[in-house]
T-cell receptor, first 115, second 114 residues
């Protein structure tokens, strides 16, 4: 079974540009969450989607947006990139939302470098 | 709101020695607790989780953790360190009412000396 897949694995962007990161969850999982991990820190929650609806948003500016498609894959978009957006972006999938015994499975991440 | 504090950003242990990583949490309601491991340039892998069943939780690779409500702690241990345990470890908390989103600690990097 394929795990959580993210693309691309690495990319370099210039300040002010726009970037789109993609995530395919584990088959059968309906919830996708995005996390930002700055070098030397723990991951920070950005968004959670379940059944194509936004179910949670972290403390990130409006330059960050996301969506979930009918096949439960997801995109994270970041506009007007800043140097501080350089980070590893992690996608996690889980079966459901707000369940008692749920587990998040993480992809390998997308390493974004803004220059 | 929940939060997690990991004491010690770096831990150095000798191969074969005890590994002890400390995690304290803050939550207004009983949380779920997790330990994840991250190898260089990789995502996060779940080591173990506490979801209000047994307080002593056994995970993969010989790790275990004990939930102590009175101390609001969830420390991770392994009796005998192996070179392959060198990685970064993250403690995380989630609440069912918050959709199970994860709040992570700052991480502890483990170095294993031969």
């Amino acid at each position: 079974d394929a795990g959580v897949t993210q693309s691309p694995t690495h990319l370099i962007k210039t300040r002010g540009q726009h970037v789109t990161l993609r995530c395919s969850p584990i088959s059968g999982h309906k919830s996708v969450s995005w996390y930002q991990q700055v070098l030397g820190q723990g991951p920070q929650f950005i968004f959670q989607y379940y059944e194509k609806e936004e179910r949670g948003r972290g403390n990130f500016p409006d330059r960050f947006s996301a969506r979930q498609f009918p096949n439960y894959s997801s995109e994270l978009n970041v506009n007007a990139l800043l140097l501080g957006d350089s980070a590893l972006y992690l996608c996690a999938s889980s079966l459901g939302y707000g369940q008692t015994n749920t587990e998040a499975f993480f992809g390998q991440g997308t390493r974004l470098t803004v220059v | 709101a929940q939060s997690v504090t990991q004491l010690g950003s770096h831990v150095s242990v000798s191969e074969g020695a005890l590994v002890l990583l400390r995690c304290n949490y803050s939550s207004s309601v009983p949380p779920y607790l997790f330990w994840y491991v991250q190898y260089p340039n990789q995502g996060l892998q779940l080591l173990l989780k506490y979801t209000s069943a047994a307080t002593l939780v056994k995970g993969i690779n010989g790790f275990e953790a004990e939930f102590k409500k009175s101390e609001t702690s969830f420390h991770l241990t392994k009796p005998s360190a192996h070179m392959s345990d060198a990685a970064e470890y993250f403690c995380a908390v989630s609440l069912k009412a918050a959709g199970n989103k994860l709040t992570f600690g700052g991480g502890t990097r483990v170095l294993v000396k031969p």
